[in-house]
């Protein structure tokens, strides 16, 4: 016996409202840059709002095709769900091709730097696996978040000293410490006063750079004023680059505020694309199953610097892929 025609309608906008209502959210939260901290945390999520969309688009294409002159409602819907999923378009866009931004500046003459940085999750992280990347990667500077004692010395024993004898900051109990490893010496190295966790800004090798690590958005307040700190010292001092776990994606409002200061993210800059670092190794239950989903993870370059290369490195024990980039003056410094 065949569905009746209502029938088939009703399902159809069932649905279209499931796929819409999780999309359109979305959408609002990528529009409004919310306070709240369940939010903030779903905004990270932006990009994927174009998966629903796509769906909702044929699920209207089929009511389209059966609503015969009746199709006045799921026109304009369509129009509508058109017009957000270009919007989304337009955010993620410039990461896979650089349209509607300015070209990538080349490298130009100038020693090569080679950052890594790494969230070792409270310190869980593996130590030694961190200290043979720096090696098989000829690190220049390693950057580390969530340091504990357990963890510097399993990077001690490791072999990390030998490789890059030079250091600053502080380890921590949990997820406070943060610490610059560096094969050259430090011309500067100062914590950032008003934050949660630590922060610095140090100098070494000829590159600026402040390795941050700003609170998570559990606390929105937190979050919110520690980007703020971290806003100022870029203003102020215009580090070259700004490295580590930003708790925060391209798409939230603090990032966008770094990138109106000129900053270009390392991934955008080769056009690589969404480059997800956030959760791994089977951390939180209901994501543990799934790949990494939020790009929260970045090197930000000023302008006069670019990257020859960047991408991620899986670490065992902690919930981040960390980062890694051949950072290069441009051929536009100065």
Known sequence: MPTPPA???????????????????????????????????????????????????????????RRGRRRLVPGVVAVLVLAAAGLHVSWLLPS?????????????????????????????????????????????VLVAS?????TLAAMEDAGLDA?????????????????????EPFQRAEPVAGTRFDNLLVRTGGLDVLAAHPAAPLDPDDWAEDHAVLLDVVVSERP??????????????????????????????????????????????VLGLLPPTAPIDHLLLAPGWTVTSTGTVAVPGTDHLAIVATVVPSVDQG
């Open 7 to 65: 029938v088939v309608r009703a399902a159809l906008t069932v649905v279209l409202v499931l796929l819409l209502v999780p999309a359109g959210a979305l959408t609002v939260l990528r529009l409004t840059d919310p306070s709240a901290g369940l939010l903030v945390q779903a905004q990270a999520f932006t990009p994927f709002a174009l998966v629903p969309y796509a769906l909702a688009v044929v699920v209207l294409g089929v009511l389209l095709a």
């Open 96 to 140: 896979y091709t650089g349209e509607g931004r300015d070209p990538s500046p080349a490298a130009g003459p100038g020693d090569e730097v080679v950052v890594l940085s790494t969230n070792l999750y409270f310190g869980r992280g593996d130590g030694a696996a961190v200290v043979r990347e720096v090696a098989e990667r000829d690190v220049d």
């Open 146 to 150: 969530e340091v504990t004692p357990r």
């Open 163 to 183: 490789l890059l004898p030079h250091r600053t900051g502080r380890t921590g109990e949990t997820y406070e410490g943060t610490m610059v490893f560096s094969a």
């Open 240 to 285: 070259d680059v700004v490295v580590g776990d930003l708790n925060a994606t391209l798409d939230h409002a603090p990032v966008r505020a770094l990138l109106a200061e000129g900053y270009r993210d390392g991934a955008e800059l080769l056009n690589t694309g969404l480059t997800a670092t956030w959760p791994v190794n089977g951390y939180f239950p």
